[in-house]
């Protein structure tokens, strides 16, 4: 099973869930595999604190251009929809930055004057926590290209396990790329104004991928009612709330898991693992 683990925003408490949820399984000695797509600031290494044991370049495919078999006929950047690759008289100019490696260029290039070379994006990371097997991936500084990376981060998923997809935050392109595929999504939020209204995207953003999907409800008791309200009126399940406690807020701070603090909190997340599997089936 792939759980994958999302907010509207950042902040909410997304990778303490993940996290958390991760060695409440692995305690019940389920294979557990963490994969960490925020790849733009993946942090749970700081509490999970694997030992990495191999690290891989990522590499994306960007177009080369020979000028000298080139005609400068404009194919390649009719078909470019991310302007990666511009043809202004007799030049060619590339983008790499903006190249989503679709090989559409290389593909209809009537000369074969275009061929791919290589741009690195980043580095994935395997290690162990434990009975965890740990992922994740680190992108290169100045680098946006990020959905690459994740779907190597993702490529390792194993069937036999279950997998724990800690998301980038937000509904942009990095966030569906890691959600698709998920058997279920737990979307975590905060009981505030902004709160809400980033949790309303990030549910349009999971109903047009189709997957099932529950709230977390993170420091539960500060704010107002009306995540919980609207969680009624749309029908989507309130799987967990965690009240707002200071230990808990220190232990982050330390890069310490708060069931390490609340050992009890172990099998709360185990139960919410049980009730994913039967609103999955």
């Known amino acids: 099973m792939i759980i ?34 925020d790849v733009e600031e993946p942090n749970a290494h700081l509490f999970l604190k694997p030992e990495i044991y191999e690290t891989k370049k990522i590499n994306a495919l960007v177009p080369k251009v020979d000028k000298d078999k080139c005609d400068f006929c404009g194919k390649c950047a009719e078909i470019c929809q991310f302007s990666a690759i511009a043809v202004i008289g007799n030049t060619v100019l590339t983008f790499p930055e903006l190249c989503h490696s679709c090989k559409g260029c290389v593909m209809v290039c009537p000369k074969d004057a275009i061929t791919d070379t290589e741009r690195e994006l980043g580095v994935l990371e395997k290690g ?17 290209m990020s959905p690459p990376l994740i779907k190597a981060v993702k490529e390792t998923i194993k069937p036999n396990h279950i997998a724990i997809i800690d998301a980038p935050p ?46 977390v409800i993170n420091r539960s008791d500060v704010g107002d009612s009306r995540v919980v309200e609207y969680a009624h009126q749309e029908g989507i399940p309130i799987l967990l709330e ?20 609340f050992p009890e909190w172990k099998e709360k997340f185990q139960q919410l693992y049980q009730q994913i599997k039967q609103r999955e089936l």
């Open 170 to 215: 937000g509904t942009s392109c990095p966030v569906i790329t890691a959600l698709r595929g998920s058997d279920f999504t737990i979307l975590v939020t905060e009981p505030t104004p902004f709160g809400l209204n980033d949790l309303i995207l990030a549910v349009e953003a999971v109903r047009v991928l189709g997957i099932p999907f529950g709230i």
């Open 128 to 144: 162990r926590a434990g009975d965890i097997e740990f992922i994740h991936g680190r992108l290169r500084i100045g680098e946006a």
């Open 4 to 37: 994958s683990i999302a907010s509207g925003k950042g902040g909410t408490g997304k990778t303490t869930i993940a996290t958390n949820l991760a060695v409440s399984l692995a305690d019940q000695k389920e294979k557990v595999q963490f994969l960490d797509c």
């Open 242 to 261: 965690i009240t707002d406690q200071r230990k808990i807020a220190e232990a982050y701070s330390k890069g310490i898991m708060m069931t390490e603090v």
